[in-house]
Structures are given as C-alpha cells and as structure tokens.
C-alpha cells in the first residue's frame, strides 16, 4: 500500500462516506430496482482489463437510507465505523495467540468487559475454563456451540457402550416453534438428522414462550422412542414474537437430562445491560452457552456476534485442528487462547477493535442511555398504534416473557 495515495483516497472515501450520512433522510427506505439480474444489465460482462479510478468506480454507487426496518436495523455507529476502518486497516489475521497477541487478548479482554455489562456469570469469564469469542453471526454461534455439544455427546454415549453411528442417529436437538431458524441451519451442518430436531409448539397463552411442561414432555416422549437429546436452545426475544423463554426452567430440564443448554439472545441480549431489563436473562447461569449480537442493537458494525461458553474446552476438543505449519511453543504448552479452535474458519479478523471502540467512546452510561432511546421510542410507538383502531396489540408489553421494544401487532 502507498501510504501517500491510500490518504488521499481514504480521505475521498470517508467524504463519501459522511456525505451519505448528511444526505440520508434523501434516499430511499426500499431499493428502487425491481428486477433481479438489473445489476448484470449496468456493468460490463468482465473485470476490467485496465485499472479504473476511484471516481469511476464511485459513479456506479446507489444510496438507499438504512431506515428499512422490516427485519432489524444493521446499526452503526461513528465509534464502531472508526474501529471498523482500523481493522481493515490493521489488517490482522488473528487465527492464534502467536499471529497477533493484541488481537486475540483484546477480544477477551472486551468480552470480559461485555459479559461484566451483562451480569453473565463469572464462569462466562476468562480465568476459569469460560470465556467469550467473536462470531459472524449468530447462525456461526449456535453452529459451533452445537459441533462442540455433539462432541460431547458422542463420546458419553460411548462410555455407555453405543457405537458412534448408532449415536448419530439418535442425537436429538429441543427447541421451540419461535427458535430462529438458524439451529435448523445447525443441525444441518452438525449432521443431526431433520427429524430429531423436535420443535415444541407455543401459543399466545404464554406470548409465545415455550412453556417447560411441554418441553419435559416432549423430552420424556423422545427418550421413550429411542432418541438421544443432547441440545436444548431457548430464546430470549424471539424473531417473529419477541417472545422471551424461561430460562431457569429450561436450564433445569437440560440439567436433568444431561442436555447443553444454548441462550440465543441475538437481537434482544444488548437490552440487559440496563438493570431494569436485565430480568431477562434470569436463568442464564444454567447455561453452557449464550450468545448476542452486538452488531443489531448495541452501536457495533456488522458482524459483531458475542458468543460465551462455560467450558470452552468443549469448543476445542470439537473443532481443533493442529497441522504441523500452525504449531508454536505458547500454544504448545496450552498457555494461550487461539481462537480458531473456537470457530469453523481459521482465518478471523480483528473485530474486537469496534467493540472496543464502542465501549469506549460511549461508555456503559452512554449505551444504557442509546438503548433506552429506544425502549422509550417503542413505548411511544406502542401508544401510536393504540389509537389507532385499524391496529391491534397483540402482545402485554413489559410482561416477564416478552421484550419490551419488539413486539408483534
Ligand atoms: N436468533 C434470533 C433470535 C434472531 O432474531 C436472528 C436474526 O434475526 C438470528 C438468530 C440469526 O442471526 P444471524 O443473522 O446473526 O445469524
């Protein structure tokens, strides 16, 4: 790179950048096209053979305002755009302790610092045999708390005399009906057949919630037929619903059946790091793992997705691979993190700079304040469609089982 002209340019590009911001209550919330393939119709068949400009290549970019709310806001934030632009800039490759110390010790030292914000039980924490790491999405968490849950299944199961095929095909998931869909995506990938992934049906007598005699059950009836559970993954602020599971007693109902109790609070885990919503994640300490996604609702670009694990050794034993050319003594002697045998790439990024620099620039006081904005918005919100007799609200706000800010109409 040349530093002269990456100056000039980055200069150009954060212009762009800021002027999108200016100007964005101008653009449009849906995207003007309306026929699939018209990008191919715009831009020449190849890569261009001669190099282009940057005012060429600006020419062909189309701004559309990020105020489309139909599935969740991707937020952003001056604090995490800036450290965004250093990671790119940084350009690390942390996949081990040895390839960048800064970048794997900064990842826990931030998650630490989330979890604290958080009230996570300390077993979520470095120091013990927890910790915290940094996913995509929340898709990649459960994919790689599932692969780490199956692992250990597959080898208690063998102490009770069960060959590893006869396990395979009995190794049952629990979730219920409001579950993200992305733990369906995971048992694809973790190999779990379709038909052992058990979904408990909910309804709105508990707003959705799945209630834990169901769940014991569906249990009891999956154990009479032969299967295997080994996975549980409740939700707090599911997609559709908004609905928020009871935690503690899921974690009970995992514990007695020797299950890996997995929280997905994807989009609604950034709210309890104020304590008046922070009920929510009562129960968690039952958990083997939890995951939020700071990228959705706590000021940090995409991707930024927390994930926490209670044993991370777990994690390891299931997607550790050690080829000759990635030895090196501190790993060796099993004295650092190395955080690709905490997720499926090898390769990762240094994402905890956003995070860092969202902490930091906002402080805990400014991101209780951000979140409360929009509790605050919500509520207005709600009173707006109250009004209105073509709406109907669904759901008793700010009860104990649903979040307050998504609701369903
Ligand atoms: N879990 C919940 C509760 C969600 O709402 C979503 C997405 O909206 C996901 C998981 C999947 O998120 P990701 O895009 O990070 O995989």
């Not at 060429?56 to 189309?62: H, K, L, S, Y």
């Not at 999405?137 to 069960?162: D, F, W, Y």
């Not at 209670?310 to 080829?323: I, R, Y």
Request: with cysteine.
């Amino acid at each position: 790179i040349d530093a002269e002209e990456f100056r000039k340019h980055a200069h150009e590009m954060v212009d762009f950048i800021a002027d999108y911001y200016r100007d964005i209550e101008s653009f449009p919330v849906r995207s003007q096209v309306s026929q699939p393939g018209y990008l191919k119709t715009l831009l020449p068949p190849a890569a261009p053979e001669d190099p282009e400009t940057l005012e060429e290549v600006f020419a062909g970019i189309a701004r559309q305002s990020p105020n489309f709310f139909g599935y969740y806001p991707s937020n952003s934030s001056t604090a995490g755009l800036l450290g965004e632009m250093l990671s790119a800039g940084l350009n690390i490759v942390g996949f081990s302790w040895i390839t960048s110390p800064a970048a794997t010790e900064l990842e826990t030292i931030v998650l630490d610092w989330l979890a604290k914000l958080l009230k996570l039980p300390d077993e979520f924490l470095f120091g013990g045999n927890g910790g915290g790491v940094i996913q995509g999405t929340a898709s990649e968490a459960v994919a790689v708390v599932l692969l780490a849950a199956r692992t250990r299944a597959i080898s208690g199961n063998k102490r009770k005399g069960l060959s590893e095929a006869e396990i395979l095909s009995k190794l049952a998931v629990y979730t219920s009906d409001q579950t993200h869909s992305c733990l369906q995506k995971g048992c694809v990938i973790a190999g779990i057949p379709l038909e052992n992934l058990v979904i408990v049906p909910t309804d709105s007598s508990t707003n959705y919630a799945v209630s834990p005699a169901a769940m014991r059950q569906a249990l009891e009836d999956g154990v009479k037929q032969g299967l295997l559970p080994f996975f549980l993954c409740g939700t707090v602020g599911t997609t559709s619903s908004s609905a928020v599971d009871p935690l503690s007693a899921l974690g009970d109902i995992a514990k007695d059946f020797g299950m890996w109790f997995h929280v997905d609070a994807a989009y609604a885990g950034s709210a309890c790091i104020c304590p008046e919503f922070r009920h929510h994640l009562d129960g968690v300490e039952k958990a083997d793992s939890f995951n939020m996604n700071a990228h959705k609702w706590l000021l940090t670009n995409f991707d930024c997705s927390a994930l926490w694990v209670k044993e991370s050794s777990h994690l390891v034993s299931a997607l550790s691979t050690t080829p000759e050319f990635l030895r090196n003594k501190a790993s060796d002697l099993n004295q650092v993190v190395d955080y690709k045998d905490w997720q499926i790439p090898l390769g990762r990024r240094f994402r905890s700079l956003k995070l860092w620099f969202v902490m930091r620039m906002n402080g805990a006081s400014g991101l209780r304040s951000y979140i409360r904005n929009h509790v605050r918005l919500a509520k207005r919100f709600e009173g707006f469609v109250r009004e209105d007799p073509r709406f109907q609200v669904r759901h008793t706000f700010y009860s104990s089982n649903t979040l307050a800010p998504f609701c369903s109409f």
